[in-house]
């Protein structure tokens, strides 16, 4: 019974002690923090005492004021990495988190819809896309996932049914000069006629605002996995496109973009299909390079026009049907449309357009002509 007693006596002045440090820390820091104030008031570009202040900042929760001493040591030491780094992530702490989403529904007439050039087919579809962005602080990283999806229906040819959907999500990084890199792992899949279409995985790199050069450059890479019953073999994909706005061209309110692009794909199509499946379904082993060029006005706060012209030139690596050597494809597409925004109520936008196609192919079989007509509602949220 002693020896208990004797333990209790020994471990109750250590627990006492421990207790006490527990509770005399916070205080401690709480004096460190306001000395440190206190001596940056007397010498605000002092570097180290500015980090420090910022750590205990941090520590403390107050990251407004781990923002601004992040911001003296920057002006002192333009080329200090660890406030570089500092300030990044108070930066993506105070930042609220963003969701923005947009939702369409619509109907489409194509006149040439399975895209052959005889035996034409018109049909009217339905169609969906949704698209929603979001970003928020994660780990101290600005962190943005994007998702979409589409998927339309054919009232005539349901073997062109068609829905695809992807996600993208990664962090944000600031590359300095006004330049955000954000790096996003992705994965997509798609169905055709009720049946799995290809699913992919990728890696997408995309950068905003790129030094002033450009105001977007997106380079996507990965693999595509096609169900053989559509496609001899699977392979890489590519996609490079770049975005540049010009503001004020002819009035203040308009705007004129050029979107370059190159896209790879290193999967061989299966030839000539008994379905009929459209050309532009039929993976091919190809390189393309073209641009799209998009003008738009307002009339008035709600009317919108433009319009856009859509050129590329496409090169396959192999025959894709029979007595073919060599195709080389020549793809324009000029499109106009309407947009009332608001017109329903805010965020409620109705759109309708026109879009000519026309495919050039020293395969004649490829050569095909389409006029598409297409109104839709959108949600804006």
Request: aromatic share 12%; charged share 25%.
């Amino acid at each position: 019974m002693r020896s208990k007693w004797y333990l209790k006596a020994l471990w109750l002045p250590a627990v006492l002690v421990a207790l006490a440090l527990v509770v005399a820390a916070p205080a401690a820091r709480a004096d460190e923090f306001t000395r440190l104030y206190s001596q940056i008031l007397r010498d605000p570009q002092n570097v180290s005492l500015n980090l420090r202040y910022a750590e205990l900042a941090v520590e403390r929760g107050e990251i407004r004021k781990a923002l601004g001493a992040y911001e003296r040591v920057l002006d002192a030491d333009p080329g200090n990495e660890e406030a570089r780094r500092g300030l990044n992530r108070v930066t993506a702490d105070l930042t609220p988190a963003i969701t923005r989403g947009r939702l369409e529904l619509g109907t489409r007439y194509e006149s040439n819809v399975r895209e052959v050039s005889s035996g034409r087919t018109d049909d009217v579809m339905g169609f969906a896309k949704l698209y929603v962005s979001d970003e928020r602080s994660l780990h101290g990283h600005r962190w943005r996932s994007d998702v979409s999806a589409y998927a339309d229906v054919h009232g005539d040819t349901p073997s062109l049914d068609y829905w695809h959907a992807r996600v993208h999500t990664g962090p944000l990084f600031d590359l300095g000069g006004g330049t955000t890199l954000h790096v996003a792992p992705s994965g997509g899949i798609s169905f055709l006629d009720a049946d799995y279409f290809y699913s992919e995985a990728a890696l997408r790199l995309v950068f905003e605002q790129l030094f002033g050069i450009l105001d977007r450059l997106e380079i996507r890479g990965g693999y595509r996995d096609i169900d053989n019953s559509f496609s001899r073999d699977s392979g890489l994909v590519l996609d490079v496109v770049a975005r540049e706005t010009f503001r004020g061209v002819i009035s203040n309110s308009d705007a004129l973009v050029l979107q370059p692009f190159v896209r790879l794909r290193d999967a061989s199509g299966n030839g000539a299909n008994a379905a009929g499946l459209p050309t532009s379904f039929l993976m091919g082993d190809y390189i393309e390079g073209g641009a799209r060029l998009m003008y738009y006005f307002y009339l008035d706060d709600s009317i919108r026009l433009g319009g856009r012209f859509t050129a590329w030139y496409r090169d396959y690596d192999q025959n894709i049907t029979l007595g073919t050597t060599g195709r080389e494809d020549f793809y324009i597409a000029p499109e106009a449309e309407i947009m009332y925004r608001n017109a329903v109520c805010s965020g409620c936008d109705l759109r309708l357009r026109y879009r000519y196609e026309q495919n050039f192919s020293n395969d004649g079989t490829q050569d095909y002509m389409n006029h598409s007509i297409i109104a839709s509602g959108i949600r804006r949220f």
